[in-house]
Nanobody, 118 residues
Framework: VQLVESGGGSVQAGGSLRLSCAAS????????LSWYRQAPGKEREFVAS????????EYGLSVQGRFTISKNNDKNMMFLEMNSLKPEDTATYYC????????????WGPGTQVTVSS
């Protein structure tokens, strides 16, 4: 499955953005789709994940209460609604796919840049 992110851009602190992740094929039950981000010189950081079947969500501590992950099973798409953006949210955002009981990700998108200015 190929994943492609979109929706990145530049925004001022306090603003909002909505990222999308489109899959080239059908996402089967038993998969988890996630958002990670990586800022220059930093390690890749977990942002949020959603289980494709149950819809169970998890969030990284730094984004809890500000970001919301969602999905559209019919369109094989995942979204990340980002509110109250901070300059420290500046990063390249990636979507990834893994099986529920596997820790390694099978697929990654090329990423989309989010820049938050103060």
């Amino acid at each position: 499955v190929q994943l492609v992110e979109s929706g990145g851009g530049s925004v001022q602190a306090g603003g909002s953005l909505r990222l999308s992740c489109a899959a080239s094929g059908r996402i089967l039950p038993g998969n988890v789709l996630s958002w990670y981000r990586q800022a220059p010189g930093k390690e890749r950081e977990f942002v949020a994940s959603i289980a494709w079947s149950s819809g169970h969500t998890e969030y990284g501590l730094s984004v809890q209460g500000r970001f919301t992950i969602s999905k559209n099973n019919d369109k094989n798409m995942m979204f990340l609604e980002m509110n109250s953006l901070k300059p420290e949210d500046t990063a390249t955002y990636y979507c990834g796919r893994r099986l529920v009981y596997v820790t390694d990700y099978a697929d990654w998108g090329p990423g989309t840049q989010v820049t938050v200015s103060s």
